[in-house]
């Protein structure tokens, strides 16, 4: 009798433990990026997990009817033509966001995560499974980037979504923002002190060195 699939363990599973950002090291340009503010971490979120799930499901349905020759190809253009759209829906009734996303949301059709999981995953799965893996990993791309955003916009503005959170000194309170959490080098030291901890959690993620350091003799040898 074959093994019925755990959804809920192939949910789950990217949210920290397998994350793909913290792990695998995908999608980090955007994670680097986007990040200034939360509203624009929360909108690169929902549009990457949007196109990663209905475009998992979709080359799952036809992934019998693919040439292995033309493979990638259909997979980009199935990918790009959800990030039109998701593109336009943006332009159309977030226009002030798209600007602030700027071609990122256009990036999204060469996001490493994205064809990594319709090449690795759905291509071999039902499309049930294929899409609850790529909402899974949709979701644990979605975490990083929010906190990271989150700080950010707290740090450097003492904001969340906007609105005033922690008061700031010039109009009498006790916060001075920290302008270099605008900046993209505080991603990219967030994003490490995330790995970092991650795999202090899980040990079993720290890569084994590709090399022994050589061993000094001592004179009297």
């Not at 959800?82 to 949301?105: G, T």
């Not at 990219?188 to 993620?205: D, H, I, K, N």
């Amino acid at each position: 009798m074959p093994q019925v699939p755990s959804y809920w363990s192939t949910l789950t599973t990217p949210l920290i433990r397998q994350n793909p950002v913290t792990l695998q090291i995908l999608g980090i340009c955007s994670a680097l990026a986007v990040t200034t503010s939360l509203v624009t971490a929360l909108t690169m979120s929902v549009s990457l997990t949007v196109v990663l799930t209905l475009a998992a499901g979709l080359v799952s349905v036809i992934r019998r009817h693919i040439p292995d020759t033309i493979r990638l190809i259909v997979q980009i253009v199935i990918v790009a033509s959800l990030v039109i759209v998701i593109d336009q829906i943006l332009q159309a009734y977030f226009a002030e966001i798209s600007r602030a996303l700027s071609v990122y949301v256009g990036l999204i059709t060469t996001n490493c995560l994205v064809l990594g999981r319709t090449e690795a995953y759905a291509r071999h799965h039902p499309p049930l499974p294929a899409m609850v893996d790529a909402f899974g990993n949709g979701l644990g791309y979605s975490l990083i980037l929010i906190v990271i955003g989150g700080l950010r916009e707290l740090l450097g503005k003492g904001q969340l979504l906007g609105a005033q959170v922690l008061p700031l000194a010039d109009a009498g309170g006790w916060f001075t923002p920290l302008s270099l959490m605008l900046l993209a080098p505080s991603a990219f030291f967030l994003l490490g002190l995330l790995v970092w901890a991650v795999r202090s959690l899980y040990p079993a993620q720290i890569e084994q060195p590709e090399y022994a350091p050589a061993q000094l003799k001592s004179p009297a040898e």
